[in-house]
């Protein structure tokens, strides 16, 4: 099971830097396109859906390194037994949290399906796929905050700390 949730979150990752390529390669488009005189419509919207599609790809594979921002003051501060206690009630929060934010991406997603949704854009894209990104996204770290509570509660959680963020220059 362990090799099977760290595949899907690398797999996210993956598609995220796919995301971040295809956002790079929009970016040169639109800035060659104002240097060479042609226009490329909807090509703003697309960087728009690949930056998001980034982001919230990303989200669990950030979380599972131990690279999102923490606020380690007050954990460094109690003993070991209220900090297990901060560790849960945080994790806890954040699995609710993140189940609530994955509930309604994909209600937004199943919304925009059944009604037809499209962009305002003259490309008219269909909005429910670039949703699908924010929603696998939000399902996927409801996932490995779900993963990380389980984990801690049998104490076998392992705390990943940045190296990046040990460093007081």
Known sequence: MRRLLDAVYDGCAALAALAMVGLLVAILASVAGRQFGFNLTGLDGYAGYLLAASGFLSLAHTLKRGEHIRVTLLLQAVGPRWRRGLEVWTLLAGVLLAGLFAWYS????????????VSTGSDATPLWLPQL???????????ALLDDF?????????QISSEEALHNE
């Open 150 to 158: 389980v984990l801690e509660l049998r104490g076998q959680r392992v």
């Open 106 to 117: 994909v209600r937004l997603a199943w919304q925009s399906h059944e009604f037809n949704d």
């Open 133 to 143: 990104s924010m929603a696998l996204g939000a399902v996927v770290l409801l996932i």
